[in-house]
């Protein structure tokens, strides 16, 4: 019984220090599932949870830091960031075409991408609105926090 006291104490430091919503383990007979209070719900896999991007603010420093900064000429652009760590992928399912193209007009509220993670799909919707000048991403690669996603002309 300590043990496994010690082991969830273990696993809610773990979660505190890496900003983890949730984590499920098992090993043998001890399983556990943990989840932050306030976290979204996770939803069975196939089924789509809406995550908004939070508003900007300083992105820890990743092991790619050219992904993170990528180079922008006008000053007009700015970038849409990844919420959340996971698989990017342009469309609903590999046969469907891509919720947004270069050139496309969107709305804060319009879907432009789903990122997967821990098996969860989850909308990415724009931050404001204005034209999709450039996609920064290929659908099926891994993404990190606060990497940029998209270039925005806001308008």
Excluded: H
């Excluded at 896999?45 to 420093?61: E, F, H, L, N, R």
């Amino acid at each position: 019984m300590s043990d496994s006291i010690e082991k969830i104490r273990a696993l809610l430091a773990l979660m505190q220090e890496n900003d983890i919503v949730e984590l499920e383990l098992e090993e043998g007979e001890f399983s556990v599932a943990l989840r932050k209070q306030g976290a979204f719900v996770a939803q069975a896999m196939g089924q789509v949870q809406t995550v908004m991007a939070p508003a900007p603010a300083a992105a820890p420093a990743s092991a790619s830091a050219a992904a993170a900064a990528p180079v922008v000429d006008d000053p007009g652009l700015e970038p849409i960031k990844s919420p959340i760590v996971g698989t990017f992928y342009r469309a609903p399912s590999p046969e469907s075409a891509p919720y947004v193209q270069q050139g496309d007009t969107v709305r804060k509220d319009t879907v432009i991408c789903i990122i997967e993670a821990m098996k969860i799909m989850n909308e990415i919707r724009a931050e404001a609105d204005g034209v999709i000048e450039k996609v920064l991403v290929e659908s099926g690669e891994p993404v990190e926090y606060g990497q940029p996603l998209f270039l925005i002309r806001r308008g």
